[in-house]
């Protein structure tokens, strides 16, 4: 298998690095593409539409939590269509309803991961990983990471990272259909048939929609007996 198909498997999103001068020139002026707001301090009109913005979904969804992960599952909607500003406007939106909520920090790390800035990624995954070390979501895409950089590193290193915080995601929800396909794919990337097998098995039964016909042949091809 080719690293570019490595790659592909272990990305969750296409990257866009290309329009990340872009993005980067933009957030100097536009604090809503940082994390967090960029930590500024707000103008009091700022702080306004904000509070507006907070009573407004409150009144839709009940609770702080709740507002927050719906604009987080919304953020990833735009990301998987390719409107990056869209989905950090809303991830940044829903740590604004809840700056506890890991999952916003997933989404900011998912943004950077598309970017393919491993480096702040992994710093938002980290950051979300202090308010919950048990997200299977944060996890596996940090993950992601690691396996990522071993495709064009080679380093063992970073295959074994990669692989520990898989093995550690799987422990806590072991039906979760992305750290399945994963791993199979990360032993099938080393010629472990028994483990590549294994967890091909497990995700097929989860979740087969995300094994590609691709895979599946190259599988049975490494590992038919």
């Known amino acids: 298998m080719t690293l570019l198909f490595l790659v592909v498997s272990f990305l969750s999103f296409g990257q866009q690095q290309g329009n990340y001068s872009d993005w980067k020139i933009q957030s100097k002026s536009e604090i809503r593409l940082l994390p967090k707001y960029g930590n500024v301090i707000k103008s009091e009109a700022q702080k306004k539409a904000d509070q507006e913005l907070i009573e407004t979904y409150l009144t839709q969804q009940g609770t702080h939590r709740k507002a927050s992960d719906m604009l987080v599952s919304l953020g ?3 990301l998987y269509q390719g409107d990056l500003k869209t989905a950090m406007f809303r991830f940044n939106q829903a740590w ?17 991961a598309t970017f393919g800035d491993n480096t702040l990624a992994l710093k938002q995954y980290d950051e979300g990983l202090v308010l919950n070390p048990k997200s299977t979501n944060i996890l596996t895409d ?13 380093k063992d290193k970073d295959f074994n990272d990669g692989v520990k915080l898989l093995q550690q995601s799987y422990s806590i929800n072991p039906k979760y259909a992305n750290t399945l396909f994963k791993l199979s794919t990360a032993y099938y990337v080393k010629k472990n048939c028994v483990n590549a097998l294994r967890y091909y098995r497990e995700c097929k039964n989860v979740d087969s929609r995300l094994i590609t016909k691709e895979y599946s042949d190259a599988i049975t091809a490494l590992c038919k007996s």
Do not use: H, Q, V
Request: hydrophobic content about 40%; proline content about 3%.
């Open 76 to 78: 990833f909607k735009y």
């Open 96 to 112: 604004l309803l809840d700056p506890t909520n890991e999952n916003s920090f997933w989404g900011f790390g998912a943004i950077y």
């Open 142 to 154: 940090k993950a992601t990471i690691f396996l990522a950089k071993y495709a064009d590193s080679n």
